[in-house]
């Protein structure tokens, strides 16, 4: 399973733009990169993915680098409700069918 | 549409005992999983069940089992309970996992907190 690599926590000002990174090097041509959050105390919830292009949605942006061995989500103005646990996730279309190999993720604080 | 319900929500046990959790997952997915959170191992993936068969299984022990009945509600079960085995167990639920695309997200329930004494 290819491996995802994230800094453990980042802090971040309510109402900034949040750049939380991830490296992917040993990404393959038909992985999909997916990111997860998980809220205190509840459990993870989908927030956006992508292939090869950027892509944006109404929670957050992904920016995917051209060789595709790192990627940035982009959360444009952070909220306290934003502060959670923020994993990137390497998905492969095949015979992986529902398994998510979860890191450890970054913890994103949020200060008002 | 309901989101996935898990229950029950909270459940202190003994060493020893065994031990079953319920999963209902969105109407109309037909694949569960189930994964074991703790603050040591993070988020590990337990097994996954697809038209009630197990299709993917995880690192752990056989006492660690589940099903998927044929309304794609899905149970898992722990016996002889172990200190190590107090988690948050969580189930998720997609509608067409494995493609990597929009329809292989997958929906968590809120979880189920087991506390083994």
């Known amino acids: 399973d290819a491996k995802t690599t994230q800094p453990n926590s980042m802090e971040s000002n309510e109402e900034e733009p949040v750049h939380l990174p991830c490296n992917h090097s040993t990404i393959s041509g038909t992985d999909y990169i997916h990111w997860y959050r998980q809220l205190p105390s509840q459990g993870p919830e989908y927030v956006i993915h992508g292939l090869t292009s950027n892509v944006n949605n109404r929670m957050a942006s992904l920016a995917i680098a051209e060789d595709r061995k790192s990627s940035t989500l982009i959360l444009h103005r952070a909220t306290l409700r934003d502060a959670a646990v923020y994993y990137c996730i390497l998905r492969e279309r095949g015979n992986q069918g529902g398994k998510l190999i979860f890191g450890q993720g970054t913890e994103l604080s949020v200060k008002p | 549409k309901a989101g996935v319900t898990q229950t029950p929500r909270y459940l202190i046990k003994t060493r020893g005992q065994q031990v079953t959790l319920s999963c209902s997952p969105i109407s109309g997915h037909r694949s569960v999983s189930w994964y074991q959170q703790t603050p040591g191992q993070g988020l590990q993936f337990l097994f996954e069940y697809f038209s009630e068969t197990q299709r993917n299984k995880g690192n752990f022990p056989g006492r660690f089992s589940g099903r998927q009945f044929s309304n794609s509600r899905s149970e898992m079960n722990v016996s002889t309970l172990e200190l190590g085995d107090s988690a948050l167990y969580l189930c998720?639920?997609?509608?067409?996992?494995?493609?990597?695309?929009?329809?292989?997200?997958?929906?968590f329930g809120p979880g189920t907190r087991l506390t083994v004494l």
């Open positions: 998720a639920s997609s509608l067409s996992p494995g493609t990597g695309m929009q329809t292989d997200t997958q929906y």
